[in-house]
């Protein structure tokens, strides 16, 4: 009953809708991409630190995220209506204008954009009905100036259970939160198996905690990172902002190339913040 119903408020779900939708999530996607490429192509001549998340700039975070089972190939626009679906974006704490965003909704469409205003808001326009959050895309080129410099907090939800739109009640939509990256320092590009392996960052207001992640792949142009050092479970956990990766692993191997992510913790063991995430580039090599 619920996918009659927004079948029928939707329009434009045909071929030339979905073709766009996956066409401007891809470019998104394939810029970046080409960004850090480049990125991991000037690295193999720095004799300092490659610093990815320090070369990159304005919006470090991901467009956009979906659920498993939404439909991105086939979703359709939802058309305006008399209802509501509210929320608010900060950065740092501090309410975000300017903001341009619009959320996936039921497994089967987008909903129209909307802005922030100037205390954070965001007001979405929908039919009444029943809906549920199953994920969002953000605005690459507003996200590039008013989140220049920030990632997405690695506790921002990206999803909602049911909830109902009707005349008494609006929707309460996704609450989006911004934070600053942790920064890398590690100031070598390359280590030779017989020296230490140091690899640092900065430390990061109320960590009390850093966990941390190591990727290997035998390319430094390669995208993919399915390659880590360390199981879920076994992931290196200090308190400094440096180790000695040897310390921890013997598992690396000349050769090879490697990029790590660290991720901040608080005092209730909440995420605080990790490094923006990349998809090419490396931030030291093995000899």
Do not use: C
């Not at 209802?83 to 740092?92: A, L, Q, R, T």
């Not at 895309?137 to 008013?146: G, P």
């Amino acid at each position: 009953m619920l996918r009659k119903f927004i079948g029928g408020l939707v329009f434009g779900t045909g071929f030339a809708i979905a073709l766009i939708i996956v066409l401007n999530i891809y470019f998104n996607f394939f810029f970046e991409s080409m960004a850090t490429s480049a990125v991991g192509r000037n690295q193999t001549t720095m004799s300092e630190a490659p610093g990815v998340s320090n070369l990159r700039s304005g919006f470090l975070g991901s467009p956009a995220t979906y659920t498993g089972d939404f439909e991105i190939s086939s979703a359709g626009i939802l058309s305006s209506g008399a209802g509501e679906i509210k929320g608010m974006v900060s950065s740092n704490g501090q309410p975000t204008q300017g903001l341009r965003l619009r959320l996936a909704l039921n497994g089967q469409v987008m909903s129209q954009w909307a802005t922030t205003n100037d205390l954070g808001e965001y007001a979405i326009s929908v039919p009444y009905g029943e809906y549920k959050i199953d994920g969002y895309e953000i605005d690459q080129s507003t996200a590039n100036d008013v989140l220049r410099g920030l990632i997405t907090s690695p506790m921002n939800p990206h999803f909602s259970g049911l909830f109902t739109v009707s005349p008494e009640a609006g929707g309460v939509g996704i609450d989006f939160r911004f934070v600053d990256p942790v920064i890398k320092t590690t100031q070598q590009a390359s280590y030779n198996l017989n020296e230490p392996v140091t690899i640092s960052w900065e430390s990061y207001p109320g960590a009390v905690s850093y966990s941390l992640q190591v990727y290997e792949k035998s390319n430094p142009h390669e995208y993919q990172r399915n390659n880590t050092l360390f199981a879920w479970t076994s992931r290196p956990q200090v308190s400094g902002t440096s180790i000695d990766l040897k310390a921890y692993t013997q598992d690396i191997k000349p050769g090879y190339y490697y990029s790590f992510d660290v991720v901040a913790i608080g005092e209730n063991r909440q995420l605080l913040s990790e490094t923006a995430r990349t998809h090419s580039g490396y931030d030291f090599k093995i000899e």
